[in-house]
C-alpha cells in the first residue's frame, strides 16, 4: 500500500491528509476542531496570512522497522487545511490547543463598535 | 462569518481517483469504519494501534475476551451553531479477533497524541521454535 512506500521514503514527502475539520459558532465566537491524531505539538505550525490560517502538522508512525503490518488502514502523513477568516474574527486573540490529537481554535469576534454621533462642524 | 472554500478544489482528488479506480486494495471498504486500525507484529509482540483523536485514556474502554479485542467509545459532540462537519461523532466499536494465543496478562495500553496503541504479547510456548529430529 502507499503507506509501506511512504515508510521507506520518510524524510521525502508524506501523502497529504486534509484533516477532519469541525466548525462553528459559540456566544463568545467561532471554534475551528481539526482531527491531528498523532501529531506532536512541535510538529504542529498554524500561520495566520491576510484573511485565511493555515494548519500544518505531521504525524509519524510509531512502529519500528521489524514489525510487519498485517492490516494497515492509516498511515504517517502531513495534514494540511487552510480556513479563510472573515473581517469579524479579532485575529489579535485567536487562541489555539492540542489535546489528545484534536486542534482546538479559538477565533473570538471582533468587540462590537460602539454607534457613535459624529458632531458636525460650522465651518 | 468563517468560509471555508476547500470543498469544490483540492489537490489530488481526481489522481486519487483514477489510481483507486485501476488499483483496487484489500480492506479498502473498511477504511470508512472510524476509529481506522492497524495491525502489525513483530518477533514478541502484537500491536494494534488506532487513531481516536479527542479521546481520553479512560473514555476509551478496552475488552479483551478469549478470541477477541474490543476497543469502543464515545465521541462527544461540540454544541454549537455548526456551519461544517467532518469529524466523526457518536458511539464507536471494532472488533479485532484474535485467532493467536496472546499473554493475556501483560496487554498493555497506552494513548499519546490521539493514538491508541494495544501491545500484546506472543505468549512465551507459541514462539516457533525448531525441533530436532534424532534418527532412530
Not at chain 1, 509501506?4 to 466548525?23: F, G
Not at chain 1, 492540542?98 to 463598535?113: I, N, Q, S
Not at chain 2, 483496487?24 to 514478541?44: K, W, Y
Not at chain 2, 474502554?61 to 477477541?68: A, G, I, M, P
Amino acid at each position: 500500500m502507499s503507506e509501506n512506500t511512504a515508510n521507506s521514503n520518510e524524510a521525502k514527502t508524506l501523502p497529504r491528509v486534509s484533516p477532519a475539520t469541525d466548525i462553528l459558532e459559540r456566544e463568545d465566537g467561532f471554534y475551528v476542531f481539526m482531527d491531528l491524531p498523532g501529531v506532536r505539538r512541535e510538529d504542529l505550525s498554524i500561520d495566520i496570512n491576510e484573511n485565511e490560517i493555515t494548519v500544518t502538522g505531521r504525524a509519524l508512525q510509531g512502529a519500528s522497522d521489524k514489525e510487519s503490518f498485517l492490516e494497515v488502514q492509516f498511515g504517517p502523513g502531513e495534514y494540511v487545511r487552510a480556513v479563510s477568516l472573515s473581517d469579524r474574527v479579532d485575529r489579535e486573540r485567536i487562541k489555539a490547543s492540542l489535546k489528545d490529537g484534536v486542534l482546538t481554535l479559538h477565533l473570538p469576534r471582533m468587540e462590537k463598535l460602539a454607534p457613535r454621533r459624529i458632531p458636525v462642524q460650522t465651518a | 462569518m468563517v468560509l471555508d472554500f476547500n470543498t469544490i478544489y483540492y489537490p489530488g482528488r481526481f489522481e486519487r481517483l483514477i489510481e483507486d479506480f485501476f488499483r483496487p486494495q484489500p480492506g479498502e471498504g473498511r477504511r470508512m469504519a472510524f476509529p481506522p486500525l492497524n495491525v502489525s507484529e513483530d518477533e514478541a509482540n502484537y500491536y494494534i494501534r488506532s487513531e481516536v483523536p479527542g479521546m481520553a485514556l479512560d473514555a476509551v474502554e478496552l475488552t479483551l475476551t478469549e478470541k477477541s479485542l474490543v476497543i469502543r467509545g464515545e465521541r462527544p459532540t461540540e454544541q454549537g451553531k455548526y456551519y461544517r462537519q467532518e469529524r466523526p461523532a457518536g458511539f464507536f466499536q471494532r472488533v479485532v479477533a484474535l485467532n493467536v494465543p496472546v499473554d493475556r496478562d501483560k496487554v498493555r495500553a497506552t494513548l499519546a497524541d490521539g493514538v491508541l496503541t494495544v501491545v500484546l504479547p506472543k505468549c512465551e510456548g507459541c514462539i516457533p521454535r525448531k525441533i530436532s529430529i534424532d534418527v532412530a
